[in-house]
C-alpha cells in the first residue's frame, strides 16, 4: 500500500544532502537532505546524459546481478538518492538501471487498466469527470514510476504530488453522483482546488513526508466515508464492489507498514531466500499493486453509482476472466 499531470515549482527550490544509510520510509533531517553528491549533477532537473551505453559495464559494476544480487545496496545509473525518502528494498540489486526495480514494474497496474479504463469512458459517451479520474491514476503510476527508478527528489514529487490531485478529483466524482447531468459544483471544485494547492505549497517548503501523508489520508477518509454511505444506504447491490475495493486497499496499506516497520528482518530474511522467492517479500510493491487495483475498483464503484442515478445500464464484465471493466449502455427510450 502508497497510492493517478501537473508542474507545482519545485525547479527553483534550493536543494540540500542527499541521504546516506537507513532503510524503510527513511526520513531524513532538512539541513541533510537534497544537496548534489558524487555523480549528481548540481541542477536539480538535470539528467544523467542519455548517451548512455547499450550495455551497463563490464561486471564488476556496483549493482552487477546474476539472477539477482543478495539484498544489499549498490550504487547505479542514476547516482545517490536525494530523495527524502527511500523504501526497503534493495537500490540497483536487479538493474543498474533502475533503482528499486519491483517497486517500479510493479506501478504497472496504476498505468495500463486506467488507460483501458479511459478510452471505454470516451467511447460510452460519460462525464469528462470519470475520464480525468483514470488519467490522474494513470498520471499517479508514472510520477512513481519515476520516483521508484531514480530515488530522485523531483521523481518523488511527481509521485506524490499526483497522489493529492487524483484524490481531489475521486472525491468531487464520489459527491457529485447524484447530481443533473452538466452540472458544476463550482463551491466544491474551489474547495479542491484551494485543498491541492496550499498542500502543494507547505509541502514543497516543508519537505516533510508525514505531512503528505496526512494529507493524503484525510482525502481517502473523506472518499471512505461517502463510498461506506452509498453502498449502505443508496445502491446496497453494490456492496460487493465497494467492501472490496476497500478491502484491498486496506490489505496494501496493512503490507505498507510491515515493509516500513521490519524492513531490517526483511532484508535480512531476503538474504537467505533464492531471488524469486525473495521477491515476494518486496511489500512496497504489494503496497502498489493493492493499492493499485483498490482505487481502480474504487472508480468503477463511483462511475456504476452515477450511471445509476442517469439511469444508464451499467454492468461489471471480467476481461480474460480476471480483470473487472464497466461497460455502460444508454438509457432505454420510452
Known amino acids: ?38 555523480g549528481h549533477l548540481p541542477s536539480p532537473l538535470s539528467f544523467p546524459s542519455p548517451s548512455f551505453p547499450l550495455l551497463p559495464p563490464a561486471p564488476p559494476w556496483p549493482g552487477a546481478v546474476t539472477a539477482m544480487a543478495p539484498a544489499a545496496d549498490r550504487e547505479g545509473y542514476w547516482g545517490p538518492p536525494t530523495s527524502t525518502l527511500e523504501w526497503c528494498e534493495e537500490n540497483y540489486a536487479v538493474s543498474y538501471y533502475i533503482a528499486e526495480f519491483w517497486n517500479t514494474v510493479s506501478n504497472l497496474i496504476f498505468i495500463l487498466p486506467p488507460i483501458y479504463g479511459a478510452i471505454q469512458t470516451y467511447k460510452d459517451g460519460l462525464e469528462k469527470r470519470y475520464l480525468a479520474a483514470y488519467l490522474c491514476l494513470t498520471a499517479v503510476g508514472l510520477g512513481s514510476w519515476c520516483f521508484h527508478m531514480t530515488l530522485k527528489y ?36 474551489f474547495l479542491l482546488i484551494t485543498y491541492s494547492f496550499v498542500v502543494s505549497i507547505v509541502y514543497l517548503n516543508l519537505k516533510e513526508p508525514v505531512f503528505h501523508q496526512i494529507m493524503y ?86 462511475l456504476y453509482t452515477r450511471t445509476l442515478f442517469l439511469k444508464h445500464r451499467p454492468k461489471v464484465k471480467f476481461v480474460f476472466g480476471i480483470w473487472p471493466v464497466l461497460l455502460v449502455e444508454p438509457p432505454k427510450k420510452l
Open 217 to 302: 489520508g484525510t482525502l481517502v477518509s473523506i472518499i471512505v466515508l461517502r463510498s461506506v454511505y452509498i453502498v449502505l444506504w443508496v445502491y446496497p447491490w453494490l456492496r460487493g464492489l465497494g467492501y472490496t475495493s476497500l478491502t484491498v486497499f486496506l490489505m496494501g496499506f496493512f503490507l505498507w507498514n510491515v515493509d516500513n516497520i521490519f524492513c531490517d528482518k526483511l532484508r535480512a530474511l531476503r538474504e537467505k531466500m533464492p531471488p524469486v522467492v525473495g521477491a515476494v517479500t518486496q511489500f512496497h510493491a504489494w503496497w502498489h499493486i493493492l493499492t493499485g487495483l483498490g482505487s481502480y475498483l474504487h472508480i468503477l464503484l463511483s
Open 1 to 38: 500500500m502508497t497510492t493517478p499531470h501537473f508542474s507545482p515549482p519545485f525547479f527553483s527550490l534550493p536543494l540540500p544532502a542527499p541521504p546516506s544509510a537507513g532503510r524503510a520510509q527513511r526520513r531524513l533531517p532538512p539541513s541533510s537532505r537534497l544537496a548534489p553528491g558524487p
Open 154 to 189: 523531483e521523481m518523488q514529487l511527481l509521485d506524490e504530488l499526483p497522489m493529492i490531485y487524483s484524490c481531489c478529483v475521486f472525491v468531487y466524482c464520489l459527491y457529485e453522483c447524484f447530481k443533473y447531468k452538466n452540472t458544476v459544483n463550482y463551491p466544491l471544485l
